[in-house]
């Protein structure tokens, strides 16, 4: 897949179980997620009353600039997957439709969580390499 500059694609508290195989006891811990954009993680792993802080360049942006781009790019990548949809394994997900289903779900939950959760200090504006936490604060 070609694309001509970053773009938003959250993911669910679901997948990010499965892509890092965390156990229920993981989730228990204290939770530093790098990168998340509008994934829909924290939200969803603080209403189950789990402790997680993610951090991203794009929590600069606001609620309605974040759904803009979000818009703005919806159809280039659905194009993009489309047009490259035999390069991948369709094991978690069937087809395109129910990609962009579940993207597009991660997401929304994201935008409805994001404000309370910048005010509440869950969504940090910040990049690796250099982090603004102390050092033995999260436990993953």
Same mark, same amino acid.
């Given at each position: ?10 993911? *669910? !508290? ?10 229920? *006891? ?21 209403? !189950?009353?789990? *402790? ?86 999260? *436990?993953?």
């Amino acid at each position: 897949m070609e694309l001509k500059s970053v773009v938003p694609w959250g993911r *669910s !508290l679901d997948e990010y179980r499965n892509i890092f195989m965390l156990s229920e *006891s993981d989730l228990n811990q204290s939770i530093l997620g790098c990168g998340d954009g509008p994934a829909s993680f924290n939200a969803e792993a603080t209403a !189950l009353g789990k *402790s997680v802080i993610s951090v991203d360049p794009v929590y600069k942006f606001t609620t309605q600039e974040l759904q803009n781009r979000i818009n703005e790019v919806y159809q280039e990548i659905s194009v993009q997957l489309e047009i490259n949809k035999e390069n991948y394994i369709w094991e978690t997900f069937k087809s395109v439709e129910e990609v962009f289903k579940a993207r597009m779900s991660a997401m929304n939950i994201f935008l409805k969580d994001y404000e309370s959760g910048k005010l509440s200090g869950r969504y940090v504006e910040t990049a690796l390499p250099i982090l603004p936490f102390r050092n033995q604060q999260f *436990s993953i």
